[in-house]
């Protein structure tokens, strides 16, 4: 159980039943927690009033602890430089960016048979639009650093070389303040190969000196602040490696 959950999801975004914000406030008040970000998926521009939705909701209905009104903005996907696929800045305090979605296809990869594109031609995209995202200042985290990979390539990825390019893109993270999340659905969904490694990626961050932050991505109620796997993977990293949220938005502003 963590003190906080920096990614929350609602049923606004049609895959979460049940999540109202006040469920998602209580729940967050009864564990505890010190604060939560919602942040919903926003697919495009047209989807972005659902920030809007949530701020009404939360005037409704006031929580107990700090809420920050964040998002999960997807990348746009008809691209491979990481562009994401809203503008929604200035409505939001904490930005995720989301990257789901097999570069210039369009599609979600569940698993290798879902992505039609070659390895080195997937590779290629993945890389030029990890670093595009990692060059974009105005993000705040890169939610799920590897989770596309590992659906997409699966046991085939070449590891080493995929290491390389999360330290391009640690250096280039570190540059530009973007955190990096330590995400609890990425560790469920995980095929098994990459669960023992997962921690390796984060170490590439921490050398940059990326900070890292955690979020469930909870699209449950009951998942809300639970981070078995994420325990797991700070127990592999040196002592003090999690980031609390006050840090993140601190080291942000200091580029703004
Ligand atoms: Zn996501
Ligand atoms: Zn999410």
Known sequence: MMRYDFHIHTEYCGHAPGMTVEVICRRAEELNLETIAITDHIYDNASAGIVEKIRQDLKKAPPKLPVVIGAEVDVDSDFTDGRLAANILKSVDYLIAGFHYVPTVGNYPWKPEHNSLDEPTFMRYWESTLLGIVS????????????????????????????????????????????????????????????EKWHEIYAVALDAGVKLIFGSDSHDPESIGEAEFIETLLAKLPPGSLSTPREILEWKKQIQ
């Open 136 to 195: 974009n200042p105005r993000i705040h985290t890169l939610a799920h650093p590897g989770r596309l990979l590992a659906a997409a390539v699966g046991p085939k990825v070449n590891w080493s070389r995929a290491l390389k390019v999360f330290k391009k893109a640690a250096k280039l993270s570190a540059k530009n303040r973007i955190a990096w999340e330590l995400n609890e659905l990425t560790g469920r969904r995980l095929p098994p190969e990459f669960a």
